[in-house]
């Protein structure tokens, strides 16, 4: 037997099962308004993974074409993330669309930060589906150009910080600095943050805007 009304609840946790069918409008199939609770689950599951892809493949085109450069600002890093919790990706989501090693980093990154900000996912659990997903070890440039400091009247000059982390570290808090810098953006005293996948870069990439 199919056991898709358990596999529904298992990926769409947040789904009120007491309820009628979530409208698919992203889907144009008309035949999803006559679904019933008492047939065509294995139907409806199918139809709802592919709305999900749809939505993730969407957020996965705008990093990429904002990254081409093979780095990311972090406005459009949190813009990605933000498009994330509005097409509302479960954990198993990101886990199909965005923990797999044919996804850049960037995107594995942004997939990490939205599993433990946005959805409270346990790190523990992040952690074991980095793994599983064959991507823990990968690796990010993280730099953020920050405001000198005062010191007796006087500003000193300007900070630049740069750091290599790997997404194991980030989701285990190791790199708690740089996960506080991605997640704040740039505010205060920290005037421009950059992501990059090109671990060889060290300095600031030019990133010329998209039309």
């Known amino acids: ?8 609840s298992f990926r769409w946790p947040s789904f009120d099962l007491s309820k ?6 992203d889907s144009n199939d008309q ?9 065509a689950w294995r139907s409806f599951y199918i139809k709802w993974h592919k709305v999900m892809a749809g939505r993730a493949t969407t ?9 081409q450069y093979e780095s990311l600002e972090v406005a459009n890093y949190l813009r990605a993330i933000g498009d994330l919790c509005s097409v509302e990706l479960g954990f198993k989501d990101v886990q199909l669309f965005l923990f797999t090693t044919k996804q850049n980093v960037l995107l594995n990154l942004i997939g990490l930060h939205y599993c433990l900000f946005s959805l409270g996912i346990p790190a523990e659990d992040v952690t074991k589906a980095l793994s599983n997903g064959q991507i823990l070890q990968r690796q990010v440039c993280v730099r953020w150009w920050k405001l000198g400091r005062w010191f007796h009247g006087f500003r000193l000059r300007d900070e630049t910080h740069f750091r290599r982390v790997s997404l194991g570290e980030l989701a285990t808090a190791k790199e708690e600095e ?3 810098v991605l997640h704040r953006g740039a505010i205060h005293e920290v005037l421009r943050v ?6 060889a870069t060290t300095t600031w990439v030019r990133i010329h805007s998209q039309g």
């Open 1 to 8: 037997m199919w056991p898709s009304r358990s596999l529904h």
């Open 20 to 25: 009628p069918f979530p409208p698919l409008s």
């Open 31 to 39: 035949d999803m308004e006559t679904f019933s609770y008492d047939n």
């Open 59 to 67: 957020v996965v085109k705008f990093v990429n074409q904002c990254s």
């Open 178 to 180: 740089v996960m506080g």
């Open 194 to 199: 950059q992501i990059s996948s090109n671990l």
